[in-house]
């Protein structure tokens, strides 16, 4: 008799809703930890929402939308057949981040040297800390940086490849057709933006700068 009521109380601990929420945990850790591979090689993510609020099912389908940061606090959508259950959730993620290496002037263009990646918590650096240090290759400061400092992106800007007043080749193509002809940048532009050319003819044309210094225009 005994052991039938000690088994029973096994029964009851394995399906009982912390045990419940300790799966859940443990799959929301797999899901954002595949999902931030190449980026964060530890997760930890803690279930905030409260047990009687979870989904019902074993293995619910995850997503979140997909302007949605990775880490912090996040609102995962949970999906058991028709059921919809959104979970809040934080996550914290440890990776590598890029800092400045030396002191950067405003208007400085960043090199290998001024630059290197540190390992730390992401979920706690400013938004839009950059990961990637590729990222910063010759780019242009547009604020004083100190060693040290967390990289953003609303810090640089990617140096001119056009500058406004410089002679471009603007190349035309179409549908088996390439067409070559010069013109004058009417703006400065990196590599990727867009950039005005007014024509030897006097037209004012719109295209995309590519990496050798074309303009590029799809008719």
Not at 61 to 83: D, F, H, I, P, Q
């Amino acid at each position: 008799m005994q052991t039938l009521i000690r088994g029973i109380a096994i029964l009851a601990l394995l399906f009982s809703p912390l045990s419940h929420a300790q799966d859940l945990n443990a799959l929301l850790n797999d899901w954002f930890a595949q999902r931030l591979a190449g980026f964060s090689d530890e997760v930890v993510v803690t279930i905030r929402t409260a047990p009687n609020l979870l989904p019902h099912c074993e293995t619910p389908t995850l997503s979140v939308t997909g302007s949605a940061k990775l880490w912090g606090n996040v609102n995962v959508l949970a999906r058991c057949n028709n059921e919809k259950r959104y979970i809040q959730v934080n996550v914290q993620a440890t990776g590598h981040y890029v800092v400045a290496a030396v002191p950067v002037a405003r208007g400085g263009t960043l090199s290998q040297a001024s630059v290197t990646l540190k390992r730390g918590r992401l979920d706690q650096l400013p938004p839009r800390t950059i990961l990637d240090i590729n990222q910063v290759q010759d780019a242009v400061s547009l604020r004083d940086l100190a060693p040290g400092q967390p990289v953003q992106l609303n810090m640089l800007r990617q140096a001119w490849r056009i500058k406004a007043g410089q002679r471009v080749q603007v190349v035309a193509t179409g549908d088996g057709f390439s067409v070559n002809a010069e013109g004058k940048a009417l703006n400065n532009a990196a590599v990727a933006q867009n950039v005005r050319v007014r024509m030897l003819s006097g037209q004012v044309v719109s295209g995309i700068v590519d990496p050798d210094g074309n303009i590029l225009i799809n008719l």
